[in-house]
Nanobody
């Protein structure tokens, strides 16, 4: 069982930066693929970034070059550094854990086993 708690969301202006954190409980964090998803009003939840236990990363095209995902296995925490934020980045951001044994970073939300409650990010123009 893994419990996830996100923090770090807020209201910022376009061009600003924000760092989200996701604290995980449970002994399996170190072997979990961690993902950040986001859901804007009226839209489906979409993959933003993912990282496996060896540090390999994957990004959606919409955030590539602006967002950086990282993890600290000693602290059971995964981060999402978001730079050059745009109004279209406005969404609820969710942290998720996938315990697939192969370390594959999947973009389908249905493949993830555990989810946090989400944190709101609002970017004003």
């Amino acid at each position: 069982q893994v419990q996830l708690v996100e923090s770090g969301g807020g209201l910022v202006q376009a061009g600003d930066s924000l760092r989200l954190s996701c604290a995980a409980s449970g002994r399996t964090f170190g072997r979990s693929v961690m993902g950040w998803f986001r859901q804007a009003p009226g839209k489906e939840r979409e993959f933003a970034a993912g990282i496996n236990w060896s540090g390999r990363t994957r990004y959606a095209d919409s955030v590539k070059g602006r967002f950086t995902i990282s993890r600290d296995n000693d602290k059971n925490t995964v981060y999402l550094q978001m730079n050059s934020l745009k109004p279209e980045d406005t969404a609820v951001y969710y942290c998720a854990a996938d315990q697939n044994q192969y370390g594959l970073i999947l973009s389908e939300s249905g493949k993830y086993d555990y989810w946090g409650q989400g944190t709101q990010v609002t970017v004003s123009s």
